[in-house]
């Protein structure tokens, strides 16, 4: 696919994905609605496949391959949930993934993956180690790299949960995400703007990896230099297929602070019941902030995932 | 009522809370019924109101007392769930709630009910003062007492958990809950035998808890005496309601040890992504040590709540 996914494709994603992924539940909690003041819906991406949203687009991107291309395999440089869910995705399907991982990955995720069937080759913990060791796996199998964001296949399976919170969900005024690379932030995007222009798209990102609302702010895109947050899934720059349709089609980058964060995302444990990872309490904590006037509106919030080491808590224990 | 619930009592309570109390999701896992070889559905009770099943038979009691009855409001003795959950009731309907509590209670339990408006009595942390202090509020103020499980008003709310799982989940083999004072087992385990008779009804109990079990094996209710396991749920004794129902209707009591038990709740943490309390995991437990032949079944699991505090994880932290 070599342009911005259109409604279609986005249509066709769905289709693809649907007898792999889970219909997420969209939540409510009427203390943090009184809490905020809004009337907000959790679209419940930490109970996807492998526990992130992450699954929608590397099953899509799995399952769009020609028989020619799927035989070869799949391949990415990853040591989080796009690592996990494009080896789920190969292991359905039936084909190889390759995953490339620093060696100091946590023995958890190396476990993860391999659990899935992939063939992991480590890497020193450095981008330039990881794209080269990269190549030489795509070199040596002839495997499809599937990058975690900046593909235009991932962006239209990301843009799917959007889709269904807004088919469970009438009259949103506002849809938030967090932002790394871009990835689901940019398929939400999409979405919206075909199926519901009049909702705002709005992202948040933690103020100590705040590369993508700087960008915005320059018109280009800011590399992501030494971010340091708990948020460990919104580490990663913008890509140059993400960042055009975020310029187009997103209101506004707001940034928050750790302490909102962990406050959000214990929040979210204590009152709704369900597990999220820090990445996906980022919306949430630019609400608890007041970064945002919400006051009596209909707010989607994307909850991207709830994958987190229960001995590693951010609070006292 | 001075009788138990029959289906009709059942069938009424669940019209009287519908308005207040969530219709909770059977959540499945494909992970877990991987690892228990068996079909498993989940009645999320974590989700209900006030985080636990105990807001049914509480709701269904204040709901059900007549204008002189409800004008002099309701009264307990109560730490847990069930006086978060009959102060919540009788918010709803605009009547007091008197609740006495141990002085040593944790503050977040105390802010808790006082959050829902309740008036709170200390009482020194025995069983004696307890009733002491609860049968001279009850004087002084004419409220209607509302017992944590031994009512037959509290036990058809209970009930209505195992109905709703019934309707959404059709041909469970086995339905499962844990059991303390028996409230919840009673009032499924009589649902349970009017619409589904052919479903067999087993609790589960921690060893270091296990009164329900002894008392089943002796025909007589044996108190609970120092009970010691982590689902502080489960620490009552039966009562002379719930005790004849679960002789009737309740094919088996099996008692689970506390590393299954902690087990299970991380399991089902970290696989669901939801958040359970001890109490919670004991059936999942049971599952656990292979105490039942569950191979190829499907079992419903009523998860009982989700209540716990998150400085205070059973785990490494």
């Known amino acids: 696919m070599n342009h911005p996914p259109l409604l279609a494709d986005i249509r066709a994603a769905a289709e693809r994905i649907r007898p792999y992924a889970h219909r997420t539940p969209a939540l409510t909690c009427a203390a943090l609605d009184r809490l905020a003041g809004a009337r907000l819906f959790f679209k419940c991406e930490n109970f996807q496949k492998v526990g992130a949203f992450k699954f929608r687009g590397a099953c899509n991107t799995v399952m769009s391959l020609s028989p020619e291309e799927a035989a070869r395999g799949v391949a990415t440089h990853s040591s989080g949930n796009h690592a996990q869910a494009l080896a789920l995705a190969a292991k359905i399907r039936g084909i190889p993934a390759h995953i490339v991982m620093p060696r100091t990955s946590p023995a958890v995720k190396k476990a993860a993956v391999e659990g899935y069937g992939a063939t992991i080759t480590f890497c020193e913990p450095t981008l330039q180690a990881r794209e080269e060791i990269l190549a030489k796996v795509v070199e040596a199998t002839g495997a499809t790299f599937v990058h975690p964001y900046n593909d235009y296949r991932v962006i239209a399976g990301q843009g799917t949960a959007a889709l269904e919170l807004l088919e469970a969900v009438p009259e949103l005024e506002i849809i938030m995400t967090p932002v790394g690379g871009g ?56 890509g140059d297929k993400t960042f055009p349709i975020i310029q187009q089609h997103v209101e506004r980058i707001v940034t928050v602070g750790e302490e909102a964060i962990i406050a959000a995302m214990r929040l979210v444990w204590e009152r709704m019941k369900i597990v999220i990872e820090p990445s996906s309490a980022v919306p949430l904590a630019a609400l608890w902030e007041k970064k945002l006037d919400v006051e009596g509106k209909r707010v989607g919030i994307i909850l991207s995932g709830g994958n987190v080491d229960l001995g590693k808590l951010p609070w006292p224990g």
């Open 183 to 238: 990835g689901l932030l940019s398929g939400t995007a999409l979405t919206v703007s075909y199926l519901s222009p009049q909702t705002r798209v709005i992202a948040a990102e933690p103020a100590g990896a705040d590369d993508a609302c700087r960008s915005l702010q320059e018109g280009r895109i800011l590399p992501s230099v030494n971010p340091k947050t708990i948020a460990d899934g919104l580490l990663t720059s913008l």
